[in-house]
């Protein structure tokens, strides 16, 4: 039951690795936090410690079914969709099921969050999207044909929200992430993200293998940058800054081969010798973009976002986690 005079938040994938860090940073903030999830890519302990919390509603559901998410979404003031599969490998081996949960899923919660009333819908949109753009830095109204099913899932999500705002009137806004990373991001399966990924590698003194020859650079985004942008999305009262799209990024632009010389000054304090681990390399993976880097000028204009964190920055925090409570 909800609280009175007390926002209430649906987290979707609340028990991922974005969606556990705002649920995490809600509660904090004495806000009721609903997580639906099925992990299928969650995981239950990022969330078991909220379990006690009084605030904290645990919905074990599926948004391709159309009644988990009409339950999730009761009494629900702001939903914050994180939902969805990633990795553009995944996509692209299996394409169907991509689709059904990206697409399908994300417009069974766009209809529920409608009939509901929702006062917004946030959602987790892609840098995928700007596909084969070659232009730099990345500008929200300049984007290009998607390169991986994947893309094209997260691409339809934001022509579905820009139609349930036109026809409906829902409150919509879309997050373009860039490669977010931090705690609780999950460094095993098949389609680990690059960071945690390459963190486990070194800390096990294995070689972090590279695609294509490091140079392919990204715009990678400490978690906390994202978190604000959710809040800032979610707290505006400025009517021109909703039913649009933002990238949340830091702006700065990374190779590969920087990365992971980073993660092994930041890993060597922990253990010198991962400073001598060697890196190998392989061909270019296919779906992948070459470059990307974000302009972060319209989320500053119009929400305010004043990210905090630079890769570095979040790396040290990132590797400081990780070595804590993942090193056995």
Same mark, same amino acid.
């Given at each position: 039951?909800?609280?009175?005079?007390?926002?209430?938040?649906?987290?979707?994938?609340?028990?991922?690795? %974005? /969606?556990?860090? +705002?649920?995490? $940073?809600?509660?904090? *903030?004495?806000? =009721?936090?609903?997580?639906?999830?099925? &992990?299928?890519?969650?995981?239950?302990?990022?969330?078991?410690?909220?379990?006690?919390?009084?605030?904290?509603?645990?919905?074990?559901?599926?948004?391709?079914?159309?009644?988990?998410?009409?339950?999730?979404?009761?009494?629900?003031?702001?939903?914050?969709?994180?939902?969805?599969?990633?990795?553009?490998?995944?996509?692209?081996?299996?394409?169907?099921?991509?689709?059904?949960?990206?697409?399908?899923?994300?417009?069974?919660?766009?209809?529920?969050?409608?009939?509901?009333?929702?006062?917004?819908?946030?959602?987790?949109?892609?840098?995928?999207?700007?596909?084969?753009?070659?232009?730099?830095?990345?500008?929200?109204?300049? %984007? /290009?044909?998607? +390169?991986?099913? $994947?893309?094209?899932? *997260?691409?339809? =999500?934001?022509?579905?929200?820009?139609? &349930?705002?036109?026809?409906?009137?829902?409150?919509?806004?879309?997050?373009?992430?860039?490669?977010?990373?931090?705690?609780?991001?999950?460094?095993?399966?098949?389609?680990?993200?690059?960071?945690?990924?390459?963190?486990?590698?070194?800390?096990?003194?294995?070689?972090?293998?590279?695609?294509?020859?490091?140079?392919?650079?990204?715009?990678?985004?400490?978690?906390?940058?994202?978190?604000?942008?959710?809040?800032?999305?979610?707290?505006?009262?400025?009517?021109?800054?909703?039913?649009?799209?933002?990238?949340?990024?830091?702006?700065?632009?990374?190779?590969?081969?920087?990365?992971?010389?980073?993660?092994?000054?930041?890993?060597?304090?922990?253990?010198?010798?991962?400073?001598?681990?060697?890196?190998?390399?392989?061909?270019?993976?296919?779906?992948?973009?070459?470059?990307?880097?974000?302009?972060?000028?319209?989320?500053?204009?119009?929400?305010?976002?004043?990210?905090?964190?630079?890769?570095?920055?979040?790396?040290?925090?990132?590797?400081?986690?990780?070595?804590?409570?993942?090193?056995?």
């Amino acid at each position: 039951m909800k609280l009175k005079n007390k926002i209430t938040i649906l987290i979707t994938g609340g028990a991922g690795f %974005i /969606g556990s860090n +705002l649920c995490e $940073y809600f509660l904090n *903030k004495d806000y =009721n936090v609903i997580c639906l999830d099925n &992990f299928a890519t969650g995981h239950k302990h990022n969330v078991e410690t909220f379990i006690e919390n009084n605030n904290f509603k645990l919905i074990e559901g599926d948004i391709r079914n159309i009644d988990d998410c009409r339950k999730s979404v009761q009494g629900v003031d702001y939903v914050l969709h994180q939902a969805a599969l990633g990795s553009v490998p995944r996509s692209i081996n299996d394409p169907a099921t991509t689709n059904d949960v990206n697409v399908t899923g994300f417009l069974n919660m766009l209809i529920a969050s409608r009939d509901a009333k929702i006062k917004r819908f946030i959602y987790a949109a892609s840098s995928s999207t700007y596909g084969d753009s070659e232009a730099l830095p990345k500008v929200e109204d300049v %984007i /290009g044909k998607p +390169l991986s099913p $994947y893309a094209i899932t *997260k691409y339809v =999500n934001e022509l579905y929200a820009e139609i &349930f705002s036109n026809t409906y009137g829902l409150e919509t806004i879309g997050l373009r992430y860039f490669n977010v990373f931090g705690k609780n991001q999950d460094p095993n399966g098949a389609y680990a993200a690059v960071i945690p990924k390459f963190v486990m590698q070194l800390m096990n003194l294995e070689s972090p293998k590279i695609n294509g020859d490091g140079n392919y650079s990204r715009d990678f985004t400490y978690i906390d940058n994202v978190i604000q942008m959710n809040e800032l999305a979610m707290n505006t009262k400025n009517n021109e800054a909703i039913n649009t799209v933002y990238n949340v990024a830091y702006g700065d632009q990374n190779t590969l081969n920087n990365l992971v010389e980073s993660l092994k000054n930041n890993l060597s304090i922990y253990n010198p010798s991962i400073m001598n681990v060697e890196v190998e390399y392989g061909p270019n993976r296919i779906g992948d973009i070459p470059h990307s880097l974000a302009s972060i000028d319209k989320a500053k204009k119009m929400l305010g976002y004043n990210p905090q964190f630079s890769m570095e920055q979040g790396l040290i925090e990132s590797v400081k986690w990780y070595w804590e409570n993942l090193k056995r």
